[in-house]
């Protein structure tokens, strides 16, 4: 998932933040947060984290829930148990066995490489890897 940097803001579990967030570093979100953000580098949102609003990042990692359209410029990752009820846009989406996602997802096109990633569990119990690229 990529190392949280001293410049990373913290949303801590039990913290409700009710408004807009601009936020020029990494961000995570344990807590939860009612409005939009945008922030600059990557997005966390941890197991128990919860947005309730739109995001526009550059790289979006959901482990928790998030109500509201996502925009990631390089990558978006719904892990296991994530759960996301919006749309998404950006150039790289990868999904969990388990994640939820209600919504629709637009590859941006514009891009030389698109690359889209899900893995899915096999009768026998391994996992298989699709890749489709544009």
């Known amino acids: ?3 949280l940097t001293s410049a990373t803001t913290i949303i801590a579990s039990g913290t409700v933040f009710t408004g807009n967030l601009l936020c020029k570093h990494a961000l995570r979100v344990d807590g939860e947060i009612n409005g939009d953000i945008q922030c600059s580098e990557k997005l966390i949102v941890g197991p128990e984290g919860k947005v309730n609003g739109d995001i526009s990042s550059g790289q979006v990692i959901i482990m928790g829930s998030v109500t509201g359209d996502v925009h990631a410029t390089e ?3 719904l892990k296991s148990k994530g759960k996301v009820s919006g749309n998404v846009k950006t150039r790289m989406l990868t999904m969990e066995p388990e994640a939820v996602f209600n919504g629709h997802c637009n590859m941006e096109a514009n891009e030389p490489f698109i690359s889209m990633e899900r893995k899915q569990p096999l ?12």
């Open 1 to 3: 998932m990529g190392a």
């Open 75 to 77: 990558s978006f990752v």
């Open 123 to 134: 009768l026998n119990g391994k996992l298989r890897s699709v890749e489709l690229i544009n």
